[in-house]
T-cell receptor, first 115, second 112 residues
């Protein structure tokens, strides 16, 4: 969706290195999400944040960390503790004040390959 | 983990035919959303269902929410090559509606 920027589109790293994926939005949405998608599979929730300076673990948070210092930004760090980091990572935002009952807007994703 | 089952996982359809994909939950849902992801792309929101028994249509797509609000279906009539992609349902899980979990998706291919 326009207004959500994930960079870079492709990222390559060596095993054992931490890597940070960027997600920036100008939609003025309070809630932001990180999902992971593996080939042929659905989306699995890593972390989400409802407001600045607050975030919660999703279903597969182990080996990942996030921060939410600004409303516009929700970077995801894939640490060396993540056993299988190679995947397609999707950032999403959601309109404010809807209690979760509104559509997610997704960025174009970052495809991370770790060798 | 995921609390919604989506079937079938794959659907191979002859162009012009109809098909249906289903999402089933063991718990009552406050709402359900449907998304479409084209090959190589990102998920795009299609629709949200909130009311028991709700039916919504978007051209050849018909979305239905079950009376018990535990299941939903997406029916596509007269399938076209533009319908290719993966269709996901997403539901609020846990105690917080902000936590949205996705089904595994139905990947649709079309034979011309």
């Amino acid at each position: 969706d326009g207004g959500i920027t994930q960079s870079p589109k492709y990222l390559f790293r060596k095993e054992g290195q931490n890597v940070t994926l960027s997600c920036e939005q100008n939609l003025n949405h309070d809630a932001m999400y990180w999902y992971r998608q593996d080939p042929g599979q659905g989306l699995r929730l890593i972390y989400y944040s409802q407001i600045v300076n607050d975030f919660q673990k999703g279903d597969i948070a182990e080996g990942y960390s996030v921060s939410r210092e600004k409303k516009e930004s929700f970077p995801l760090t894939v640490t060396s503790a993540q056993k299988n980091p190679t995947a397609f990572y999707l950032c999403a935002t959601q309109m404010s004040g809807t209690g979760g009952n509104s559509p997610l807007h997704f960025g174009n994703g970052t495809r991370l390959t770790v060798t | 983990g995921q609390q919604v089952m989506q079937i079938p996982q794959y659907q191979h359809v002859q162009e012009g035919e109809d098909f249906t994909t289903y999402c089933n939950s063991s718990t009552t849902l406050s709402n359900i959303q449907w998304y479409k992801q084209r090959p190589g792309g990102h998920p795009v929101f299609l629709i949200q269902l909130v009311k028991s028994g709700e039916v919504k249509k978007q051209k050849r797509l018909t979305f239905q929410f079950g009376e018990a609000k535990k299941n939903s279906s997406l029916h596509i009539t007269a399938t076209q090559t533009t319908d290719v992609g993966t269709y996901f349902c997403a539901v609020p899980t846990g105690s917080n509606d902000y936590k949205l979990s996705f089904g595994a998706g139905t990947t649709v291919t079309v034979r011309a």
